[in-house]
């Protein structure tokens, strides 16, 4: 058995009790500084969508759909259905799915901040193709490189924010990376709204800045200390915990540290860490590494996030009204995110997750009533019921922004033993930048498709993960990160998956 005395879960008892520490200037900036990799995913949502709805580049790139958008006779739903279009979007995600399983053994072995690095010079590379962009293979080419950047950022900040945070406010501290998210797509909103009366041009300025967030992903990284858990897993165990007693400003970090060390010896007892998240006592945490990221995306929110201006077009907003309604969404997202941060550490992760579903099911289904009887293929919105259908988007993305949004990255990122840590984390992104593809590549066929019908079928996906979560995820809020997996086998469902502990420790001793 690895480590002695301690099986396979990675600590022998469980010792919160006794952790000591505040939280401290030093661990606060660190996380500041890191989750700056959140606003590259944000700039790009929130960037992609605006740009495609402005005409210089449609008229530029994708002549056919400048046609179709200029046809009053054109159906409203389906002016936009293009997959050369819906590909422009969609690239990056699918490139972003491939570098997250590379960015695993890189994150791994060479600590987060290397992973972190990596990701800020890709994007940077993508932003300059793509403001420079002459055709649509440049174009895409720019997109996969955003698309590594975003794979790799994604796969490491929020295992750098969880290892980081104290336990008592991990959650506050990890959704760090959900508001710098937020605050990327509300800048992005912004930036379209002014760059779209820069004509003919505006459009490569828009995709040009996100250089800006990239930048200081880089540097920021360059800068950061590593994680205590990183330090110790890479055999360097002063070093690991002179960042902790930093972190923690004392130093009584003795229950905090044994928890790492054992950890960490599990963790360099495994070889093969993909092989080992398959094992039955990693069940629960890989259920939820794949389901948790799968449900958000299925709540729609992407939909709203890329093509806001192009769904606001369709419903009949001219072309600076879309974007100004995308720019209100964007600061709507951001304002709710800062409710949850305010929030997650005492109401816990299942209240937010719960009530934010029931709050997406009814404004997603009143949304579709309103379409289905007062807008189609002949007709356009009126003014009321376009402000009421503003009204209750926004009350939408508000409720996924102290929900959903933050907590389907906190959730996984926090419940992984450390020797499937990375890898469970690589998982998350994988699925989440999967269906993000998926969304983002069938989005507009689907709205041509199914019509107001689209706002139903993501309600019915959000009645399902509210109750999957009332269900199957136990409440993490305040459980320290070493010994979360102790926190499964008190599960009604769980203890039943689990195997019991001998079992577990015979398997140590074996792979030991």
Same mark, same amino acid.
């Given at each position: 058995?690895?480590?002695?005395?301690?099986?396979?879960?990675?600590?022998?008892?469980?010792?919160?009790?006794?952790?000591?520490?505040?939280?401290?200037?030093?661990?606060?900036?660190?996380?500041?500084?890191?989750?700056?990799?959140?606003?590259?995913?944000?700039?790009?949502?929130?960037?992609?969508?605006?740009?495609?709805?402005?005409?210089?580049?449609?008229?530029?790139?994708?002549?056919?759909?400048?046609?179709?958008?200029?046809?009053?006779?054109?159906?409203?739903?389906?002016?936009?259905?293009?997959?050369?279009?819906?590909?422009?979007?969609?690239?990056?995600?699918?490139?972003?799915?491939?570098?997250?399983?590379?960015?695993?053994?890189?994150?791994?072995?060479?600590?987060?901040?290397?992973?972190?690095?990596?990701?800020?010079?890709?994007?940077?590379?993508?932003?300059?193709?793509?403001?420079?962009?002459?055709?649509?293979?440049?174009?895409?080419?720019?997109?996969?490189?955003?698309?590594?950047?975003?794979?790799?950022?994604?796969?490491?900040?929020?295992?750098?924010?969880?290892?980081?945070?104290?336990?008592?406010?991990?959650?506050?501290?990890?959704?760090?990376?959900?508001?710098?998210?937020?605050?990327?797509?509300?800048?992005?909103?912004?930036?379209?709204?002014? +760059?779209?009366?820069?004509?003919?041009?505006?459009?490569?300025?828009?995709?040009?800045?996100?250089?800006?967030?990239?930048?200081?992903?880089?540097?920021?990284?360059?800068?950061?200390?590593? +994680?205590?858990?990183?330090?110790?897993?890479?055999?360097?165990?002063?070093?690991?915990?002179?960042?902790?007693?930093?972190?923690?400003?004392?130093?009584?970090?003795?229950?905090?540290?044994?928890?790492?060390?054992?950890?960490?010896?599990?963790?360099?007892?495994?070889?093969?860490?993909?092989?080992?998240?398959?094992?039955?006592?990693?069940?629960?945490?890989?259920?939820?590494?794949?389901?948790?990221?799968?449900?958000?995306?299925?709540?729609?929110?992407?939909?709203?996030?890329?093509?806001?201006?192009?769904?606001?077009?369709?419903?009949?907003?001219?072309?600076?009204?879309?974007?100004?309604?995308?720019?209100?969404?964007?600061?709507?997202?951001?304002?709710?995110?800062?409710?949850?941060?305010?929030?997650?550490?005492?109401?816990?992760?299942?209240?937010?997750?719960?009530?934010?579903?029931?709050?997406?099911?009814?404004?997603?289904?009143?949304?579709?009533?309103?379409?289905?009887?007062?807008?189609?293929?002949?007709?356009?919105?009126?003014?009321?019921?376009?402000?009421?259908?503003?009204?209750?988007?926004?009350?939408?993305?508000?409720?996924?922004?102290?929900?959903?949004?933050?907590?389907?990255?906190?959730?996984?990122?926090?419940?992984?033993?450390?020797?499937?840590?990375?890898?469970?984390?690589?998982?998350?992104?994988?699925?989440?930048?999967?269906? +993000?593809?998926?969304?983002?590549?069938?989005?507009?066929?689907?709205?041509?498709?199914?019509?107001?019908?689209?706002?139903?079928?993501?309600?019915?996906?959000?009645?399902?993960?509210?109750?999957?979560?009332?269900?199957?995820?136990?409440?993490?809020?305040?459980?320290?990160?070493?010994?979360?997996?102790?926190?499964?086998?008190?599960?009604?469902?769980?203890?039943?998956?689990?195997?019991?502990?001998?079992?577990?420790?015979?398997?140590?001793?074996?792979?030991?």
């Amino acid at each position: 058995m690895a480590g002695g005395g301690f099986g396979p879960a990675g600590v022998a008892k469980e010792r919160a009790h006794e952790y000591q520490g505040k939280v401290t200037s030093f661990v606060v900036i660190a996380c500041i500084v890191a989750a700056i990799g959140g606003s590259i995913f944000g700039y790009d949502i929130g960037i992609s969508g605006g740009v495609t709805s402005m005409d210089p580049f449609l008229k530029e790139f994708f002549p056919k759909v400048f046609e179709k958008k200029g046809h009053l006779n054109e159906d409203n739903y389906c002016k936009y259905d293009n997959q050369g279009l819906a590909a422009f979007t969609s690239s990056l995600y699918l490139a972003g799915l491939v570098s997250s399983l590379v960015a695993s053994p890189i994150t791994r072995n060479y600590g987060r901040r290397a992973s972190i690095i990596c990701g800020g010079i890709s994007f940077l590379i993508g932003a300059a193709l793509n403001a420079a962009a002459l055709n649509l293979i440049m174009l895409i080419i720019g997109r996969v490189m955003l698309g590594v950047g975003i794979g790799f950022g994604n796969q490491a900040v929020p295992l750098y924010l969880s290892e980081m945070a104290p336990a008592h406010l991990r959650g506050a501290l990890n959704m760090m990376f959900q508001l710098a998210t937020t605050l990327g797509i509300f800048t992005a909103n912004m930036v379209n709204y002014g +760059t779209d009366k820069l004509k003919p041009w505006g459009w490569r300025l828009s995709l040009g800045l996100a250089a800006a967030p990239a930048l200081l992903m880089t540097v920021g990284g360059y800068f950061l200390p590593e +994680t205590p858990n990183s330090l110790i897993e890479q055999g360097k165990k002063e070093r690991g915990r002179e960042i902790l007693e930093k972190i923690r400003g004392t130093k009584n970090v003795n229950a905090e540290y044994q928890d790492i060390v054992e950890a960490s010896e599990l963790a360099n007892s495994i070889k093969h860490p993909f092989r080992n998240i398959l094992e039955k006592r990693n069940r629960p945490q890989l259920v939820m590494a794949i389901f948790m990221p799968t449900f958000q995306i299925l709540t729609g929110i992407n939909s709203i996030l890329f093509y806001a201006p192009v769904l606001f077009q369709t419903m009949g907003f001219k072309g600076s009204a879309s974007l100004y309604s995308s720019v209100l969404t964007g600061a709507v997202l951001c304002l709710s995110t800062l409710i949850s941060i305010a929030l997650v550490d005492r109401l816990g992760r299942r209240v937010l997750l719960i009530s934010g579903g029931i709050q997406m099911i009814v404004c997603q289904v009143i949304v579709s009533i309103i379409l289905g009887l007062k807008f189609g293929a002949d007709k356009e919105l009126t003014k009321g019921y376009s402000v009421l259908v503003v009204v209750f988007i926004c009350l939408f993305v508000a409720a996924f922004g102290w929900s959903w949004g933050p907590l389907g990255w906190t959730v996984p990122s926090e419940i992984f033993p450390l020797e499937t840590r990375s890898a469970g984390q690589s998982i998350t992104v994988s699925v989440n930048l999967f269906f +993000t593809f998926v969304i983002a590549q069938s989005f507009l066929s689907m709205l041509c498709a199914f019509k107001y019908g689209i706002f139903l079928f993501f309600a019915g996906w959000i009645v399902i993960m509210t109750i999957f979560v009332w269900v199957f995820l136990p409440e993490t809020k305040g459980v320290p990160i070493e010994e979360m997996i102790l926190l499964w086998r008190k599960h009604w469902f769980w203890k039943k998956i689990m195997p019991d502990i001998q079992v577990q420790e015979d398997a140590g001793s074996d792979k030991a």
